[in-house]
């Protein structure tokens, strides 16, 4: 197990070392009212008095429940702004639009919101003089299970190293609130949706072989598989060089 007075320490650091390189003071981040999203809004409050969390619930009832109050409970107990932007109404009138011209299938369409949080993250950031933090953690990346351009970007991220397991680790050494430790992982994209059941494959067994190299070989299948299709997710666009 990690030394997590250390890594607070040490990440606190590196936040505040790139707000005063960028020579801003603030911080935004979207409070989804997950696990990710809490250890981020933690980690910025520390380093940053100006840090300000965005609740942008998107069509998922759930996004109005259970994750708007658990995103609170987070802000509450460590005294994080916290604002709400509704982006449901935004959602339909772009994918009204956008049907004139194609039929949106499944994936786009899911892909919308996480996408619509990103712009609205950067649109308050440049008005405010803020850096956007990421949430996505080591063990999301590693299988692609974050949305390009939406989740996926952002101006730095202080966990993208830490695996699932010590996200939980680190929010319990924190003293984070119970619910956000206890509930399923979801990118609450829609009702019901887990993220283990979209990828058919547990936390336990993708951080066990990040961290031990072993997992069951059907397990290994299945994260192989997901790394290789997503590995355009982890790099820069590619673009024309002449030689």
């Known amino acids: 197990m990690r030394d997590y007075e250390i890594e607070t320490s040490n990440r606190v650091g590196f936040i505040r070392s790139l707000l005063d390189n960028a020579r801003l003071s603030g911080v935004v981040y979207g409070n989804s009212g997950g696990k990710d999203s ?3 809004g933690i980690l910025c409050k520390m380093a940053c008095e100006n840090t300000l969390g965005i609740i ?4 998922s009832k759930r996004n109005y429940g259970e994750d708007m109050a658990d995103g ?3 802000a509450e107990q460590f005294d994080i702004e916290t604002r709400v932007i509704d982006l449901t109404a935004t959602a339909e009138a772009l994918k009204e639009a956008v049907g004139f011209a194609t039929e949106i299938s499944d994936t786009a369409a899911v892909n919308i919101a996480p996408r619509l949080r990103m ?3 950067y649109t308050v950031a440049a008005s405010e003089g803020r850096l956007v933090a990421g949430t996505g953690n080591r063990s999301e990346i590693h299988m692609g299970y974050f949305t390009k351009w939406g989740d996926g970007a952002y ?4 966990i993208a190293d830490l695996t699932v397991t010590e996200i939980y680790e680190f929010l319990r050494y924190l003293g984070a609130p119970a619910s956000i430790i206890e509930k399923k992982p979801s990118a609450g994209l829609f009702d019901g949706q887990t993220d283990e059941d979209d ?3 547990s936390y336990a067994s993708i951080d066990s072989f990040l961290l031990n190299g072993e997992c069951p070989p059907e397990d290994r299948e299945i994260i192989d598989r997901y ?3 997503s590995e355009h997710k982890r790099m820069m666009p590619v673009v024309y060089k002449d030689d």
Do not use: W
Request: charge should be positive.
């Open 38 to 40: 809490a250890l981020v």
């Open 227 to 229: 790394h290789r299709s």
């Open 119 to 121: 712009n609205t993250l």
């Open 72 to 74: 609170r409970a987070v």
């Open 155 to 158: 101006d730095f991220n202080p």
């Open 56 to 59: 942008m619930p998107c069509g």
């Open 199 to 201: 990828m058919g494959v």
